[in-house]
């Protein structure tokens, strides 16, 4: 009863409500119809096969058409659906030879009937193992044609289900009964055909397929991993329950053994996961090379376009999708009716606000159409990041969306810094308006990034510009010396020999200034004292310097500072003082550093030095002493040269809350 009239009876009655299904979700589309024959053609052969088995004549006829029309209508059915991608499955004279051979099946039954063909079923079993193993071939050369484009995952699950619904029924039953051996039952041997409708419902019905890649990889690990614990546990399953004297003691036995092996199994698996895992699956791989590739990448961001940028080419080499956008969302101000001219995000907006779904930074919400990440919250808006659909056609696995979570994690903090950034900035630009001027934190920040960008171009042109015209300076000399020439080009590259020079002595002039060699090892006075023998060289003036012994506790802060302010200072008096002798004085001084500038040049007006864009240096100079919170003083008169007086304080935190203007004298900047 159980083999031939209830499990039959329930499989027919699956097998109509799949057609049901299939008819009320898709009964416009072409391909429906031959679903539904196919699956009508599983059920009736399944129930038939047990009645046709006990000779009753119906069951006989019903399954002669049944079950030579599984072949035939699953062809139709994989032929016309392959349509809506512009392929075809079988050629016309496939299908004609096909639909011959199932026209020949009902002759055969009705000749049968008349006791003229006595061994029937082995042709109807022969028809049906050749139309599946042709089925089966055109499968796995759609297959190899495809495996590189966006089919690959629907012929790959279409010829894993045509494999695990086909193969056993036709290697342990069908073929066999043509030699008359079978090898198992046929009811066993039906029972794989029930899981072949189900594969095809779902890709039938479906948008996205499942990622069988994913599963494939997982399903093959794990029976990897799984064998030698089963084969272990059975091989002490079976010596315990021979040797047992009570079956209470070999119960216990079995259970210790089999409790002992599983926990030392998960101990074993977390190094497996470790060691093969990545190696087995190399989207692994994939995802933690991205990882490690994206946060180098946000560590230089510095904007919001920059950080959806560097994210979309991430996500864009990783996933193969062709649409990736980015968009606010407010759940207040999302659209709630359907406008047929909506754009991606304004449906992926609507559905999101449809789905009541409570967001967080690394949410991700598959939508009808793509899927939507939360990368960022500011407030009550969210910053979202839309994916389309996969090319392939699959849904995105759970390694795919534990990727996008942490990607979207880090991308949340750096979307958190530029927020903090903005409202920073915003600060400033507000404390700034009210003080009538820049703090001096906020000038000494700048100067120190300065600073900083100065270092980074001189270390870049030391070890490319440099090096390049160093390598080019070798091989000019190398081939005056190895070549003979007439003497006009060789002067002539003697010439360009002297040329590179002069560049490559312009250019480690220009890393020392960025740079100054060896300020903190030097100490300011001999940098000082070494800068000064540079400067007569190059310019036409003379330098008397005067310097005792600087404190101790001078930082390197106000040692920079004031050796930039010297190199200003000289400049000046190159550009524009036209000064012939300059006399600099340093010294300790109330608790601080004092410097004094004075030279013999041509002069400037004080009034005019606010307003004019020439003593922009001077102005740099001011800047630069109020950011340490020091004071500065100019002394000058046209044709009476220039004066400066200027103080540091040693410890200039301590002044931090000090604006550096000096009430004794209306000269003082500050």
Request: with cysteine; net charge neutral.
């Amino acid at each position: 009863m159980i083999f031939y009239l209830i499990l039959p009876s329930i499989a027919l009655l699956i097998f109509i409500s799949f057609s049901s299904f299939v008819y009320k979700r898709k009964k416009e589309d072409p391909a429906a119809l031959r679903l539904i024959l196919f699956f009508l053609c599983i059920g009736f052969a399944y129930l038939s096969a047990m009645v046709s088995g006990r000779g009753d004549l119906v069951g006989r006829v019903v399954l002669t058409a049944s079950f030579a029309g599984v072949p035939l209508t699953f062809l139709l059915f994989l032929d016309r659906y392959l349509q809506r991608f512009g392929k075809r499955f079988a050629s016309k004279a496939a299908l004609l030879l096909m639909q011959a051979g199932f026209i020949a099946q009902l002759a055969v039954q009705a000749i049968e009937m008349t006791g003229a063909v006595p061994f029937k079923s082995i042709f109807l079993m022969a028809y049906f193992v050749l139309g599946n193993a042709y089925i089966i071939y055109k499968l796995v050369r759609s297959y190899l044609a495809h495996r590189q484009d966006d089919l690959k995952s629907l012929f790959k699950l279409t010829l894993l289900g045509h494999l695990v619904g086909f193969l056993p029924f036709l290697l342990l039953f069908g073929v066999p009964l043509l030699f008359g051996v079978p090898i198992i039952p046929g009811q066993v041997a039906a029972a794989f055909l029930l899981g072949l409708p189900i594969v095809y419902l779902y890709m039938f019905t479906t948008q996205r397929l499942f990622d069988i890649d994913f599963f494939l990889s997982r399903f093959s690990y794990y029976t990897i991993i799984a064998f030698f614990p089963t084969l272990l546990i059975t091989g002490l399953a079976v010596v315990l329950t021979n040797h047992r004297q009570l079956a209470w003691v070999g119960w216990v036995q079995l259970f210790l053994v089999v409790y002992l092996l599983i926990t030392a199994f998960l101990f074993g698996k977390e190094f497996l996961d470790y060691r093969l895992r990545p190696k087995w699956n190399k989207d692994l791989n994939n995802f933690q090379g991205s990882l490690d590739r994206f946060s180098s990448r946000i560590s230089r961001v510095m904007k919001q376009a920059d950080l959806e940028r560097v994210l979309e080419q991430e996500v864009r080499s990783i996933l193969p999708v062709r649409e990736v956008a980015f968009f606010r969302y407010e759940p207040e101000s999302a659209p709630q009716a359907q406008d047929a001219a909506e754009t991606p995000q304004a449906i992926a907006a609507r559905e999101l606000a449809a789905s009541g779904r409570r967001l967080g930074v690394g949410a991700a919400v598959v939508l009808s159409t793509g899927l939507a990440v939360v990368i960022g919250q500011k407030r009550s808006s969210y910053q979202i990041l839309w994916i389309g659909d996969k090319t392939n056609r699959t849904k995105f696995n759970p390694d795919e969306l534990g990727w996008l979570k942490t990607l979207a994690n880090y991308s949340a903090i750096v979307f958190e810094n530029l927020h903090l950034i903005e409202n920073l900035i915003g600060d400033l630009e507000a404390e700034m308006s009210k003080r009538q001027g820049t703090p001096s934190w906020v000038l000494r920040m700048i100067f120190q990034l300065a600073e900083s960008e100065r270092r980074k171009l001189a270390s870049d042109l030391h070890d490319t510009a440099l090096q390049d015209q160093l390598v080019w300076y070798r091989k000019l000399e190398a081939a005056m010396l190895d070549h003979d020439m007439p003497p006009e080009m060789r002067g002539q590259l003697t010439d360009i020999r002297e040329g590179l020079l002069d560049v490559i002595h312009q250019i480690r002039e220009t890393c020392n200034e960025l740079r100054p060699p060896l300020l903190k090892e030097m100490g300011l006075v001999e940098s000082l004292r070494s800068l000064f023998e540079q400067q007569q060289i190059r310019a036409n003036y003379a330098i008397e310097f005067n310097a005792g012994e600087p404190p101790e506790s001078l930082g390197d802060e106000e040692t920079l500072t004031l050796f930039r302010i010297v190199q200003e200072l000289l400049v000046n008096a190159s550009k524009h003082a036209r000064a012939t002798l300059i006399r600099i004085e340093l010294r300790e001084d109330e608790g601080g550093v004092r410097l004094r500038y004075r030279d013999d040049g041509v002069g400037l007006a004080l009034e005019k030095l606010q307003d004019s864009y020439q003593h922009m240096g001077l102005s740099g100079i001011k800047e630069r002493v109020r950011s340490h919170a020091g004071r500065i003083r100019f002394l000058s008169e046209p044709g009476e040269g220039l004066e400066v007086d200027l103080w540091l304080p040693i410890d200039s935190a301590a002044h931090e809350g000090e604006d550096g203007i000096d009430e004794r004298d209306s000269n003082l900047a500050g």
